[in-house]
């Protein structure tokens, strides 16, 4: 079945620490985004990569880092420059010219630092 | 800076009851609208709206898009306890070279048996 997996479903983190958010998607897709989600907060976006070892930055990237060094990956890095990490990690993708009302998202990836 | 507000921010309503969820935006380069409904995972996507006036219709949700007024209404009728979920409305813009989806905070829709 084709989709996008996010690892792992929880996570917890000590303070000051790196975290790496693993995103795979079998679909495909060219472009991948990665999205942060507070309560009671839509969703914003941290990063998108249109192709292969390109990627940009988005709304609030400061404190993330990410790669795309292969077409079915884009991990994301929460690193301790980032100030309040604990949010809902929703990873999305779109095909090559594709809307983004098709968009597929991940299951997400809740991080808890402390 | 693109701006998606919704109205309200939570509701509660009892079974069979409808409601309407509110959507206002602020943004260039307009290209669509769209709606989804979160379950405490992943935004499911409802709908997509790009003209003014035209009504989307599934089962018993219903939205419309007024292009002129920046706003869009999400309706859902004879609401049930599996309509309880947060509602989102995004609007796409172009930004930077390509298109971006701008997220309001969602109404947090509560439906009591």
């Known amino acids: 079945d084709g989709g996008i997996t996010q690892s792992p479903k929880y996570l917890f983190r000590k303070e000051g620490q790196n975290v790496t958010l693993s995103c795979e998607q079998n679909l495909n897709h060219d472009a991948m985004y990665w999205y942060r989600q507070d309560p009671g907060q839509g969703l914003r976006l941290i990063y998108y990569s249109q192709i292969v070892n390109d990627f940009q930055k988005g709304d609030i990237a400061e404190g993330y880092s990410v790669s795309r060094e292969k077409k079915e990956s884009f991990p994301l890095t929460v690193t301790s420059a980032q100030k309040n990490p604990t949010a809902f990690y929703l990873c999305?993708?779109?095909?090559?010219?594709?809307?983004?009302?098709?968009?597929?998202f991940g299951p997400g990836t809740r991080l808890t630092v402390t | 800076e693109d701006k998606v507000v919704q109205s309200p921010l939570s509701l509660v309503v009892h079974e069979g009851d409808t409601v309407t969820l509110n959507c206002s935006y602020e943004?260039?380069?307009?290209?669509?609208l769209l709606w989804y409904k979160q379950e405490k995972k992943a935004p499911t996507f409802l709908f997509m709206l790009?003209?003014?006036?035209i009504e989307k219709k599934s089962g018993r949700l219903s939205s419309i898009l007024d292009k002129k007024e920046l706003f869009s209404i999400l309706n859902i009728t004879a609401t049930q306890t599996g309509d309880s979920a947060v509602y989102l409305c995004a609007v796409e813009a172009l930004g930077a070279g390509s298109y971006q989806l701008t997220f309001g905070k969602g109404t947090k829709l509560s439906v009591i048996p």
């Open positions: 790009t003209s003014s006036g």
């Open positions: 999305a993708s779109t095909p090559r010219g594709g809307n983004l009302y098709e968009q597929y």
């Open positions: 943004v260039t380069n307009f290209r669509s």
